[in-house]
């Protein structure tokens, strides 16, 4: 039973370029949802994504956007990159038909703006 | 407004100790609690989820406790080995959602032989 699954693990860029990241949840799971975790904090949330619709969003600006794809796999994009959105990107998936609320992570995608 | 704290932000103990890592937050009415660990530079690992009508959890060496009442969580590791070297974060939801995880800064533990 495959887990949640990221790409890439790791990636660099520069200031001003944007960047995509993909997802593809636990098996039998249809909700994805992204965080980002800075260095020594914990994890804060950014959007959920369930039946291809960005759901609920947290205080992050709109160059942060994302995709669900019909097999539930999902896709964040960030534009205009900035120094300080250098971060490990986590992905986390859940299942709406469980009334448990037990959430699945990642290893997650470290991202790095030069 | 929820808030998550975690005491101690760090713990270093000789292998076979009992621990105790605390968790709490502000808002009561929580609809669940999960624990998880995380390695250096991984993701989470799911440890123990307690929902909002239980008192406690357990899952092999680790139990862990909640008291809705006064805000806290406790989790209790017994036995410790210096595989359980990692940093444990406590989570909630924000309101209903339980994608929606409002987490602590974590408690960076250290296990030595």
């Known amino acids: 039973d495959a887990g949640v699954t990221q790409s890439p693990t790791h990636l660099i860029k520069t200031r001003g370029q944007q960047v995509t990241l993909r997802c593809s949840p636990k098996s039998g799971h249809d909700t994805v949802s992204w965080y980002q975790q800075a260095l020594g904090q914990g994890p804060q949330f950014i959007f959920q994504?369930?039946?291809?619709?960005?759901?609920q969003r947290g205080n992050f600006p709109d160059r942060f956007s994302g995709h669900q794809y019909p097999n539930y796999s999902s896709e964040l994009n960030v534009n205009a990159l900035l120094l300080g959105d250098s971060a490990l990107y986590l992905c986390?998936?859940?299942?709406?038909?469980?009334?448990?609320?037990?959430?699945?992570f990642g290893e997650g995608s470290r991202l790095t703006v030069l | 407004k929820q808030e998550v704290t975690q005491i101690p932000a760090a713990l270093s103990v000789p292998e076979g100790e009992n621990l105790v890592l605390n968790c709490s937050f502000t808002d009561s009415a929580i609809y669940n609690l999960q624990w998880f660990r995380q390695d250096p530079g991984k993701g989470l690992t799911s440890l123990l989820l307690?929902?909002?009508?239980?008192r406690e959890q357990t899952s092999g060496r680790l139990n862990a406790s909640l008291d809705k009442s006064s805000g806290r969580s406790t989790l209790y590791i017994a036995a410790s080995q210096p595989g359980d070297s990692a940093t444990y974060l406590c989570?909630?939801?924000?309101?209903?959602?339980?994608?929606?995880?409002?987490f602590g800064t974590g408690t960076r533990l250290q296990v030595f032989p």
């Open positions: 307690i929902q909002s009508s239980q």
């Open positions: 989570a909630v939801p924000r309101g209903y959602n339980t994608d929606k995880l409002i």
């Open positions: 994504y369930y039946e291809e619709e960005e759901r």
């Open positions: 986390a998936s859940s299942f709406s038909g469980t009334n448990t609320g037990e959430l699945f």
